[in-house]
Structure formats: C-alpha cells, structure tokens
C-alpha cells in the first residue's frame, strides 16, 4: 500500500515539475517581458533595454532563471505583476475568500439536488419523472453556461428584481460580519444558483447511472427477497455504493469551480481570482497568468492524487496496477 | 416435389434507402438542423445581407415588429438576421479547422501510445491526462496569452485542449486491435511499423473516431463561444453567437433579444451534434452503447 502512495505521489510531483516547465518556458518563448515593459519611447533605445533586461535577470540562461522562479514560487512567491505593480501572491490570496464562497455554495447546492434528483430517477425509471431529469440533463449539456446565467440575471434579477446582479455586497475577505450576512447571502444566491444549475445535470446523469448500475447487482436483489422495506434497500444498500463515482467526479469538478469559474466571475462581476486571470490574459500579464495556471495545476494534482489514493485503499485492484 | 425457388427480393435503389431509414430511425430534427448551419454556413453572403452594416436610425428594434429586421436590430442597428447567419460561418470557420488538426493529432498519439507502448505509451498518456485534467477554459486562455487573441488563437486554444480526448480513446481501441491475429501476422511478415498503424490498425479505428468527432463538436461549438464571449475569441463586432451574447448583455434589459436569439442557436447546435452523435455511436459501434 505505501508503495503504491509513494508512487502515484512521484507521478503527481513529476507531472507538476512538467507543467512548470512547460508553463515558463512558453512564456519565454512566445514574449520577451523586456521590450514589452519599455516605455514606448525608448523602445529603440538598446542600452536602456539592455539595462532592463539586466535589472529582470533576463540576461542569465534558462535553466538559472527556471531554477530561481521555481524557488520561490515554493514559497508562494510569483513576482510582481507588471500591470498592477502589486505582488502576485498579495493579489491571488485578497480574490481568493470571493472564488471559495461561490465555490463552496454553488457545489453543495448541486450536490443536494443533484444526488438525489439522480436517484430518484433510477429508482423510478422510465417515469415522467425519469423524463423531465432527463431533458434536463440534455439541455444543461448543451446551453452555454454564460448565456444560462445571463437569461436568469435578465429573468429574475432584471425583470422581477428578487436578487442583486452584480457583486458581493460590501464583504470584505473570508468572514462577513453579523450585519452583513443577510447581505452576503442575498448576493450569493444567484451566482450560486447558476453555477449549481451548470454542474447538477452532470452530477444527476452520474448518480443515475451508478445507481441503475447498482440495482441490477446480487446484492440489492438479495436485500429486497430476504424482505427488506424499499427505501432501506434503496437508501442503505444501494445508494451509499452509487455514491462513489458521484463523489470522485464531484471532487474534480470542486477542484475546478476552486480554480475559478471565470465564466461566471465575468458575468456576476464576482471579485474572485477568475476575473483576475482573464485580466491577466487580456492585459498580457505574464507573470500573473504563470502564476495563476501554476497555482491551478498544483490544486488539480493534487486531488487527482488524493482520489486515486482513497481508491487504492477502497479498492485493492487499483493498487496491483 | 417440386423445388421452391428462393427469389432474392429485388429492391430498387429507393426501397432500399426507405428500409435503411426504417431500420435505423435516424434522428431527423437534429440532421436538418445540422444541415442549414452547413448551408447557412457556406450560402451566408448569397442568403443574407451584410452583418456589419449599421443603420443608426433603426437601432433596437425588437424582433417580429419590423418587416424589413424580422429578427430585430441590435444597438448599433446591425440586422440580427444577417448577423446570426453569418454565426454560423463563423462557428464552420472555427469548429472545422480545430478538429480537424485535433483529429489529426490525437490519432497519431494515440495510435503511436498504443501500438509501441512501455515508456512511450506512459510518457504520451501522462501528457494525455495532465492535458484532459485541466479546465479547458484555462488551457485555452493560458493559450490565448501567448499567442494572442484572434481567430488563430482561438484555433490553437480549442485545438490544444481537444486532441487528448481522441488520443486517449484511439489509444483504448488500438491496445485491444493490436491483439489481433492479422497484426501479429504483419509484424511476423516484417511489415514497417509505420505500415501496420497505418494498415492495418487505423482502418480499424475509423468507427470509433467517427463517433467520437460527432460528439466533441459540440463541446467544441462550446468552447469557441466562452471564448468569444470572454472576448479572447474572434475581434469583437465580428458575427460570433459568444460575442453577439456579450454585446447584448451591455444593455440587457432594453436589448434582451441580442442575447438571447445567438444563445438559443448555440444550443439546438450542441443538441443536435450531441444527439447525431449518440445516434451514430448506436448505428457505428453497437459495443460502445449504452446500456441503458
């Protein structure tokens, strides 16, 4: 067992050590941060460039300038950001309570509608029900997640005005304070209730099948001849099993909501790390973008490490591979 | 006793198509719509006027109350007909492109990881996984910072973050062909190995990658418009249903239409190529079913 931990945690560092260097040595390929720092009117001027270049470090070989960046990119040191002259990390770590809190909301709302919805409509297979799920299911595929977010802020933020469009009120950082919870929550509902909609279909297809999958086994059919009541064989017996996937897929999807929906940080204007990537990308920020994909990268393997050791101590054919 | 004559029904070449269709039912409202985005796409400048062209004095005119704008006019009074015909244009000019080179690449990975396995299979796989791992939308934009925003960026972005998917399932498919009696034949007559993937292997994916391509355009359709609405796609004012979502939602609750309109389209598109593809994966590949 500890072998098979320590060797799928060796793949997740190499895979990370991977990534970095494919991440700095794109950068460095495609722009030289240099010219693109000099004011536009010395820009023909070589020994300023020069000069710059030397002040950046730029001047020293790939290999050197990797290995420092790395360093302290360990650290949680990314840099300065050249548009908004601020270190990266102060930057990343003031957006990132905005990104958790619409994270966090929007993920469990999906959970405690989706797991359910997805039961129900295997149990009840075939239904209306069943059906209804179903067209919704095929519906929340194929709509862009931006447009399902802007027909619900026209809806039901524009024309019945139940919830504030924009924003997240006047929280600042991770806790609101007494009086600002009423607030908070009423800004929180509807970016959350788009995001929860995007993810809930995915989530109640998985759980229907897993579970389809699951009442058809021995185990179930044992369960409900020796006499038990439906809703212990389904409850119990059958829908704790069905969760597994659901769960490993969840965590995935929890690891990317984390990164950011930038999608629906631009369209909620919801101050989170999103918004501060796609104005990295727009702005030609390349330290912050590095940044901003590195950190992501290093939140992905992570859990993608983390589920595949819960699998290997659930089930022991993993870990034989 | 006499003999009794097994007359091969003789059916002509249209009996034959009607029993084909009644065979395999297949799935005729997305077929149509998939066809007039093909038509529309290609006819665009013969059907329709042109998308960029503004009538300041006919700006915000809502649908179905002008006979000369019976989709409406958006802020700048450009035709929302023309400009949603011309969409489709832009969504051939984009999706075509970018599958094609994924198709392109993802085989040969794929193809490659699986026929020659050990170290090259694991190498091309982790890069495969690390590639399907990430968010699309952050592979592309980190993309887009490099190259630029832009119709070539947003081909090499939807590109970039499309091959893993067909590598990955080349790769399943060939790892159960290459067992194969005619491989084991070909490696033993000496054939190259180039000649067996190419031969002897890739003939025998063709199903499987059929399928596959009709189901990724869609998210591939997807992607393109979160990119042109984050505004890391096409230049902004072109004809794209993500920009044209954009633009409407700057004045949503006078415009609401200029929203509205592109994104119904984005959707019966991606529901289309998604049904056409769970169709041909049942007509194509009766294995990959499934089951329920």
Redesign the interface.
């Known amino acids: 067992m500890w072998q098979y931990v320590l060797r799928r945690m060796g793949e997740g560092i190499i895979t990370l050590i991977a990534l970095s260097f494919v991440v700095f040595g794109s950068v460095h390929l495609t722009g030289d941060p240099a010219d693109y720092l000099m004011p536009l009117t010395e820009a023909h001027d070589q020994k300023i460039y020069e000069a710059q270049k030397k002040q950046m470090g730029l001047d020293r070989p790939f290999i050197v300038q990797y290995w420092d960046y790395i360093n302290s990119a360990i650290f949680f040191d990314f840099g300065t950001s050249y548009v908004i002259q601020k270190p990266i990390s102060e930057l990343i770590l003031k957006k990132l309570p905005a990104t958790v809190h619409l994270a966090l909301s929007g993920f469990f709302l999906a959970i405690i509608i989706g797991i359910p919805l997805g039961i129900m409509s295997a149990v009840k297979r075939d239904s209306i029900f069943d059906k209804l799920g179903k067209g919704f299911a095929v519906f929340g595929l194929a709509a862009p997640q931006f447009w399902v977010a802007i027909m619900l802020i026209l809806f039901l933020g524009g024309k019945l005005q139940w919830f504030p469009t924009y924003g997240r009120g006047d929280i600042q950082g991770w806790w609101p304070t007494i009086e600002q919870i009423p607030q908070t929550l009423w800004h929180l509902a509807l970016p959350s209730i788009v995001l929860a909609l995007s993810v809930t279909a995915a989530i109640m297809r998985l759980a229907r099948s897993a579970m389809l999958e699951i009442l058809d086994s021995d185990y179930v059919k044992f369960a409900q001849v020796k006499g038990l009541s439906n809703r212990l064989v389904i409850w119990r017996h059958a829908a704790k099993n069905a969760l597994i996937p659901v769960l490993t897929f969840g965590g995935i999807t929890l690891a990317g909501l984390l990164n950011g929906s930038v999608i629906f940080e631009v369209v909620f204007a919801w101050p989170g790390v999103g918004l501060l990537l796609l104005d990295g990308v727009t702005q030609r920020d390349f330290p912050l973008t590095e940044a901003a994909i590195l950190l992501s990268g290093f939140f992905y393997i992570c859990t993608a490490v983390i589920i595949d050791i819960t699998y290997g101590l659930v089930d022991p054919r993993v870990r034989a591979r | 006793m006499a003999t009794i004559d097994f007359e091969p029904i003789k059916l002509s070449y249209t009996q034959r198509v009607l029993k084909w269709i009644k065979e395999y039912n297949p799935p005729w409202i997305p077929i149509i719509i998939l066809s007039s985005l093909l038509f529309f796409g290609l006819f665009a400048n013969f059907v329709t006027g042109d998308p960029m062209a503004n009538d300041l004095k006919a700006r915000q005119i809502a649908p179905f109350t002008d006979i000369h704008h019976i989709l409406g006019t958006d802020m700048l009074g450009k035709d929302m007909t023309s400009r949603l015909i011309f969409g489709c244009r832009s969504v051939l000019l984009v999706t075509a492109p970018s599958i094609i080179v994924a198709i392109f690449i993802g085989t040969a990975i794929g193809l490659i990881a699986g026929y020659t396995g050990r170290i090259t299979d694991t190498i091309l796989m ?1 890069i495969t996984d ?1 590639t399907l ?3 699309s ?2 592979v592309a ?2 993309l ?4 630029g ?1 832009g119709y070539i960026g947003v081909i090499i972005a939807v590109t970039a973050t499309t091959w893993a998917r067909f590598a990955r399932m080349i790769r399943g498919e060939v790892l159960s062909v290459r067992e194969r009696d005619f491989v084991t034949l070909a490696v033993i007559l000496g054939v190259s190995p180039f000649m067996i993937m190419w031969r002897h292997l890739f003939p025998n994916v063709i199903n499987t990658l059929m399928v596959m391509i009709s189901l990724m355009i ?1 998210q591939v359709v ?1 992607l393109e ?2 990119l042109s ?4 796609g096409m230049s902004p004012g072109e004809p794209a249903w ?1 920009i044209m ?2 633009e ?2 700057q004045q ?2 006078t415009t ?1 239409w200029v ?2 309109l ?2 119904i389209l ?2 019966l598109v ?2 289309a190529f ?1 049904f056409f593809g769970d169709w041909l994966r049942d007509y194509l590949d009766p294995r990959m079913r ?1 089951s ?1």
Request: hydrophobic share 55%.
């Open positions: 982790r690390a791992g990430f968010p939308i952050l934009m980190l887009v910072t490099f190259v925003t869609g997807l418009a979160s609405f984050l505004g890391l993500g979502v954009a409407g939602r949503l609750l609401w929203s509205l592109p994104g984005i959707t991606v529901m998604n499934r329920r």
